[in-house]
């Protein structure tokens, strides 16, 4: 009989005490999973520079200096991730499998506090989501990325699967050369502090950065309004 050590064996068996049984384990990643359950298209050499769920459009302007409420940037825990999560599991497991040591390569976050960000707090009440909204400050410091994916959100309470979220990146600060975004296919740079992009989050993306520079933005997450998505389509410059 051939007999093998537990490490050797490719899946725990159905069953067995330690294992986790989930569609997602018949991919070769938790995001492979996650793409057949979006409509977007996956072709790579598409434009999406008309994406109708991509928009950079809107951009707000402030006279007060931002850096004051930036900083100093207080790093708390993400609210995002569970002891329990498949997500978790999964892609803890293509890490290791991809030698990928440390999990702080995405970055921090600073929850937006109505004392501290004033000028913030006025963007995030301007869009005026309904239901929860989730602000927070996102810090990428020089050499973290967030590989190409598509956001589960499962620390929303209306989280992926249960009602269509939508999610708004505001930058704090003007782009330095080897800071990237890209949403599809469409590579986003050159920015100026206050330039904004609004998304679907089932349209998959990447962020890094390889400047010599942290990078900070606002990001938003929550229900839509009419109103919402009225003044996202209308665009334009805001000023604060």
């Not at 005490?17 to 938790?30: A, I, K, Q, R, W």
């Not at 967030?146 to 589960?152: G, I, P, R, V």
Request: with cysteine; glycine share 6%; hydrophobic share 30%.
């Amino acid at each position: 009989m051939d007999k093998k050590y537990s490490k050797e064996i490719e899946k725990l068996p159905a069953g067995h005490h330690l294992g986790v049984e989930h569609e997602c384990f018949n991919y070769p990643t938790y995001q492979d999973y996650l793409e057949t359950k979006s409509d977007y298209h996956f072709d790579k050499y598409r434009s999406d520079d008309d994406h109708p769920d991509i928009n950079t459009n809107l951009k707000f302007r402030w006279k007060s200096d931002i850096t004051k409420e930036i900083f100093p940037f207080i790093r708390e825990n993400s609210r995002n991730v569970h002891p329990n999560s498949i997500t978790l599991l999964h892609e803890a497991w293509w890490l290791h499998e991809n030698e990928i040591r440390g999990l702080d390569h995405i970055g921090f976050k600073e929850i937006v506090k109505p004392k501290k960000h004033p000028t913030l707090e006025k963007i995030v009440n301007w869009f005026e989501f309904s239901g929860e909204i989730q602000p927070q400050i996102m810090e990428q410091n020089v050499g973290n990325f967030s590989y190409w994916h598509l956001d589960e959100m499962c620390g929303h309470q209306s989280g992926h699967g249960i009602k269509k979220l939508l999610r708004v990146i505001i930058n704090l600060q003007d782009w330095q050369p080897g800071q990237f975004m890209l949403w599809g296919t469409n590579n986003i740079h050159q920015w100026k502090a206050g330039d904004c992009v609004t998304y679907d989050p089932n349209v998959p993306h990447a962020t890094a950065n390889a400047s010599r520079s942290r990078r900070y933005a606002l990001r938003i997450t929550g229900l839509a309004s009419d109103k919402t998505m009225q003044k996202i389509r209308k665009g334009g410059i805001i000023s604060l």
